[in-house]
């Protein structure tokens, strides 16, 4: 039986027990391992496991489906969802730019002089100057020959390791790294090795014992990750690619604009920007748009340009979004202070969280998880949260492992002390009340 019933004042004992039985396969909230949940008996209708699905709605009317909560406004660090104000954690808008004014006239003025549209894919008829303004920028922004764009991230991340990986070629993936790019090496022919997260004992032994094999190697990684907040081991994963013969893709979604001391991401952070062949990101996180992007050598990503069928055959990027980003990465590389202000965030999140006996699993990021356990345990705490107007969600399984559920909190820099107060003592409460700390 579940022994959190009376820490949540809207949900009675009895939806309590209900939400048990529901959370007896807490995956099924989020997704399944293998992308849908298997069908009972077998059917000739493959609506059959649609139609059972239910465990969603059940969980939205118990209050207790943490997911899909629309936002009717956003001021920065609150939000305002269900005609009250939220302070918001979780948010990926680590400068806090997506209300910056400037940001907003730059996107109109690219709507009045392109429209709202491209209408066509960047092979054929959607190229704009734009594409090729913003592609030059981020060239030189992180000292790379060459740049490309993607209309999001994870058609980036599909388009290019399925252009670089053939059916010889060998790819070698953190087990935390995000999703879009498991999904990318099944696109690609090339085989997939996971080694135990930032184990680099486990790394170079699969390289070693892959050395006779034909093909080439490329270690991916993300830069931080976006579940646990950990950066990469950059220097040591470099070293080992150097001495297989592998290159090295880093996914710095969560790290541009965040890491090193120009908001160049992971590789700058470690000195090792002539040593990472590949930068991956997006514009949905510090860039403040939407869209993903590749940084490399020249004829590497010419390759991709030209081989990468998720770019091929996918409309371009608006006008809007590549103005807007623009703009940003305008006030990336002048206004450090954004930055400096989000780590002061960081530290006062962090230093509160630990202080008050959560356990954060190491973060160093702006990414702060909080480690709550069970996954009944951590959708009821998500509602202690929501009850007292912090607006979070849990991680549960597959993104973290059985047991380790989560709430994923993270900082921008418009935070201000008060709403970062608010945040904490509502940790606080929720927290003594389930027994997640001690007090």
Known sequence: MLPYAIVV???????????????????????????????????????????AFTRADEAAALGLHPFFRPIAAQHGGTVTVEGREMVITGSNDYLGLTQDPRLKEAAREALNDFGTSCTGSRFLTGTLTLHEELELRLANFFRKPAALTFSAGYLGSLGVISALAGRQDILYFD???????????????????????????????????????????????????????????????????????????????????????????????????????????TFSKSFASVGGFVAGERKVVNWIKHKARPFIFTAALPAMQMAAALKALDIIESEPWHREQLWHNVKLLHDGLNSLGFNTLGSETPILPVLIGPDELAVIFWRGLWDAGIFTTPALPPSVPTGQAIIRTSVNANHTPEQLKRLLEAFAVVGRQLGVIKG
């Not at 007896?24 to 298997?38: L, Y």
């Not at 646990?228 to 893709?249: F, T």
């Open 9 to 51: 004042r809207h949900v009675p004992w009895a939806q309590l027990k209900a939400l048990e039985d529901f959370l007896s396969n807490a995956a099924s909230i989020t997704n399944h391992p293998q992308g849908v949940e298997e069908p009972l008996e077998t059917s000739r209708d493959i609506f059959t496991k649609a139609y």
């Open 175 to 281: 087990r935390e790294n995000h999703a879009c790019l498991y999904d990318a090496a099944r696109l690609s022919f090339g085989t997939l090795r996971k080694y135990e997260h930032n184990d680099m004992d486990e790394l170079e032994r699969l390289l070693a014992k892959d050395a006779p094999k034909p093909g080439g190697r490329l270690i991916v990684t993300d830069g931080v990750f976006s579940m646990s907040g950990h950066i990469a081991k950059l220097p040591e994963i470099v070293a080992i690619a150097r001495k297989y013969g592998a290159r090295v893709m880093v996914d710095d979604a969560h790290a541009s604009g965040v890491l090193g001391d120009g908001g160049r991401g992971s590789a700058e952070h470690f000195g090792l920007e002539d040593q990472v062949d590949l930068v991956f990101g």
